[in-house]
């Protein structure tokens, strides 16, 4: 009974390849958000969907295309992996948009070799 | 005590004592502040938020203060116990409708027995 899941937990790939990362939460939240944390435990915000539509959309390479099918998935594509892509990216949603208590997923760590 | 470069600030605490996390904000149009808790290979953890028309809240063994006249956010823990330490995160909202949290370093807490 997860709030907030992601899949996989780990993901290895190599330089250049495409990759995929989802995310479903089931608190009938209207808001999902995208998150990336560093080597330095530094998180920051990537992108955030508001009942499927993209609300914001920081500076982010255009490799990385988030998808929103439904108001409970957000899914993230990357494409042609890049070494400093390596990081845990964390999905997070909250009730609706605003200043709202986010819950996080338990994280994908990706390794990009 | 604090330190720099690739390690983040680290609190000791004694088992049973009162830990005080303190964040400084950047953006005096903040008016939204959270904190959580991010256990080793774990997502950040909600514990406790603060809008700023209050100067303080209390939740179960926390308490957050905010001093919007010096732009400070401190998180107290009462009786400290091994399951605290973890990294503690501050995050604040600028003013930002959409909910986009901008997150500090992080704080180390190591609880010694």
């Known amino acids: 009974d997860t709030a907030v899941s992601q899949t996989p937990k780990y993901l290895v790939t190599q330089m250049g390849n495409d990759k995929s990362i989802k995310c479903e939460q089931n608190?009938?939240?209207?808001?999902m958000y995208w998150y990336k944390q560093d080597s330095k435990k530094f998180l920051k915000i990537m992108f955030s969907?508001?009942?499927?539509?993209?609300?914001i959309n920081e500076t982010v390479p255009n490799r990385f295309s988030p998808k929103s099918p439904d108001k409970a998935h957000l899914n993230l594509h990357i494409n042609s992996l890049e070494l400093g892509d390596s990081a845990v990216y964390f999905c997070a949603s909250s009730q609706v948009a605003g200043k709202n208590i986010q819950y996080f997923g338990a994280g994908t760590r990706l390794s990009v070799l | 005590g604090e330190s720099v470069g690739l390690h983040l600030p680290t609190l000791s605490v004694q088992e049973g004592d009162n830990s005080i996390i303190n964040c400084a904000y950047s953006?005096?149009?903040?008016?939204?502040f959270i904190w959580y808790k991010q256990e080793s290979g774990k997502g950040p953890q909600f514990i406790i938020d603060?809008?700023?028309?209050?100067d303080k809240r209390q939740g179960q063994r926390v308490t957050v203060l905010l001093n919007k006249t010096v732009k400070h956010l401190s998180l107290q823990i009462a009786a400290t116990q091994p399951g605290d330490s973890a990294v503690y995160f501050c995050?604040?909202?600028?003013?930002?409708?959409?909910?986009?949290?901008?997150f500090g370093a992080g704080t180390q807490v190591v609880v010694t027995p």
């Open positions: 953006n005096s149009a903040s008016d939204y």
């Open positions: 995050a604040e909202n600028k003013g930002d409708s959409w909910g986009k949290l901008q």
């Open positions: 608190l009938g939240h209207d808001t």
């Open positions: 969907y508001n009942n499927k539509e993209l609300i």
């Open positions: 603060i809008r700023s028309n209050m």
